[in-house]
């Protein structure tokens, strides 16, 4: 397996640049490595006993082929493979980085694990969404939401090999199929680790301070999974009103960086319900500094220039115009607590609820003007001189990368 998988690795990185040079005499090069790296998939299927992982690496196999792409793909995200996940083909970057696709691949381990904690979450998400409707507004529904794949990564080349690492891609929309009728997202929890321990650790807690935090590195997997399944299926809340291309027509970036801070507060907010706390032993403190953290990391890469980042820099300006989190000069940190935190994110939601998602064009546009980087240059500049920016990255050794009897190990 290592050794077919180092010849897809491989092949990847050549078609993602041989398409760089935009050169169309290297197109018919460009199609002979697909067709061997749909090859090289075919001999890989044929090591595998799970039938899901078999018929997911068949289907990537396909796609380079020619294959109806949309199909293939629709039915590769309703598959739970429970030995080895594949993606090879052109995939979507960070938006503010580029806005077109590029070759990539990657290879990924199931991890069970926090897979179960993800279902459970899943199971109890009708009774926690309900208390959240309670803390928030009770015209909040929920659409339907996409599956959950969480698995560990172990190896990838081409774009998504890239900076900066992605540790989740939302599939097969990530792919150029859009409107699928079936959607997951896939989960690199490996990378989602390191960049939480590596980077968010090391830089953050230097800068921002919760009060009651107590933060157990041995439970960081289950907290990063908690919010950012909560974060995915806060995409799916909406009011009946809800339509965000009238905002998008006004000022695209800004609805983009909304439906973020939406997502983020909203996943947060499930984490703080009765129901998730108890069902996935969770504790207030922990989450409210792991999240404080993960604000930071995502605000300090460029604010400007991704829409997650700009909805990091929206969250902490709003708690810091609203006494929920205060410079501290003494310190040089941003400090809160973890009521705090809950405080403010509740009233951050029934602000947005009442603007973004009730329809209101001009409320929403009256709050991106105050809150969202790109439209408040002044603001920016003040947390960015008092925060600094994030120049660190991650980036992976890769032994399977090499072919050969030592790769396996």
Known sequence: MARHISIVLK?????????????????SLSAQLSLEAANALDDLSGLLKDRDSIRGVKSRAEILRGGNKTQLATEIANLDEQELLVFCGDLTTWLGKSRETHFSSFFAVPDHAHQRMADNADAMLPQAFQELRLMVDDQL??????RFKITNLIATAGEANLYPKHFAYFLPEDEGVKYAERKRTVVFMNTY???????????SRRRISVSDGALRTSEIGKYLIAWFRGHDVGHSVMRQETDFRAVSKVDRWASMVLQEVLADVFGFLLCSTRTWQTGLSLD???LAEIYAFEMLRYLRRAPRD????????????????HGYATFDADTGKISLSSADMLGGMTMLAKDLSQSVLSGD???TMAFASRYCPHLNAAALDKMSAFLGRSTRTLDYIQPIYESGESSAK
Do not use: M, N, W
């Not at 092949?11 to 197109?27: N, Q, T, W, Y």
């Not at 680790?193 to 830089?203: M, P, V, Y």
């Not at 991704?306 to 115009?321: E, H, K, R, S, T």
């Open 141 to 146: 529904h929920l659409t339907s939401t996409c």
């Open 193 to 203: 680790l390191a960049l939480f321990e590596l980077i968010s650790l090391e830089e």
């Open 361 to 363: 064009v001009v409320a």
């Open 306 to 321: 991704f829409p997650d980042a700009g909805a990091a820099f929206v969250q902490l300006q709003y708690l810091i115009d």
């Open 284 to 286: 207030s403190s922990i």
């Open 11 to 27: 092949l990847s990185d050549a078609i993602r640049d041989l398409r760089s040079l935009k050169h169309p005499g290297l197109d």
